[in-house]
């Protein structure tokens, strides 16, 4: 069985793991690519806008008699067919988002994590902690772990050491619940608190 080294916060090696099966799986591109197309749609804005006749601001008067003027009959000056009208059919504010299936996006993040291994950019710490906000002490952290580019994943929610990361521009923190496979690909090294190490192999077996 593969085993994972742990380190500790100054970056020295403190113990060792037993890798889970369900981080040695097979690596499916093809998954991978689904599941990214759909969080890139999920992000996605549709804020195209129009202004049907009943939004367009204008009186709402009848402009003429119903018969007798010769022309066609028409309600408002808000109609399409008047400068100014409204639009007919215009695009309006669409939801781009979907769903692959549940097991699906789990089979992805299995590959996105095995992928990580097999490179061996992934790292497990004991634990991390700041006592206050320092920029600096995050990215002393990060570069006793010797790594440059990293996503940090959490088990639990902490503001100290959230905010001291948020700053650096080539790292991220994300606590374990939010793991997804854009952001494990994003960056170049996955880095785990053991906390988080334990909640993800749980849930992925």
Excluded: C
């Excluded at 799986?25 to 992000?43: C, D, H, S, V």
């Excluded at 109609?79 to 781009?96: E, I, K, N, S």
Aim: glycine residues 8%; positive net charge; charged residues 30%.
């Amino acid at each position: 069985m593969a085993m994972l080294d742990i380190y500790n916060q100054e970056g020295k090696k403190v113990s060792e793991l037993e890798l889970s099966k369900a981080l040695l799986g097979p690596i499916r591109k093809a998954l991978l690519w689904e599941t990214l197309k759909m969080q890139g749609a999920n992000r996605r804005a549709g804020n195209a806008s129009t202004k049907t006749r009943s939004v367009v601001k204008g009186s709402t008067k009848k402009i003429y008699r119903q018969k007798g003027s010769g022309n066609a009959r028409h309600g408002d000056i808000k109609a399409p067919l008047f400068v100014g009208g409204g639009q007919t059919f215009g695009p309006l504010p669409r939801d781009y988002s979907y769903l692959i299936p549940k097991k699906a996006r789990l089979n992805a993040l299995k590959s996105a994590l095995s992928l990580k291994v097999k490179e061996g950019k992934l790292k497990v710490v004991d634990e991390v902690s700041f006592k206050e906000i320092k920029t600096k002490k995050a990215l002393q952290f990060f570069d006793k772990l010797g790594v440059e580019n990293a996503l940090l994943v959490i088990g639990k929610k902490d503001e100290v050491l959230e905010k001291s990361v948020r700053n650096l521009p080539h790292h991220k923190v994300l606590r374990v619940e939010g793991i997804n496979v854009y952001d494990i690909l994003k960056y170049d090294q996955l880095v785990l608190t053991q906390d988080s190490f334990k909640v993800l192999t749980g849930r992925l077996q």
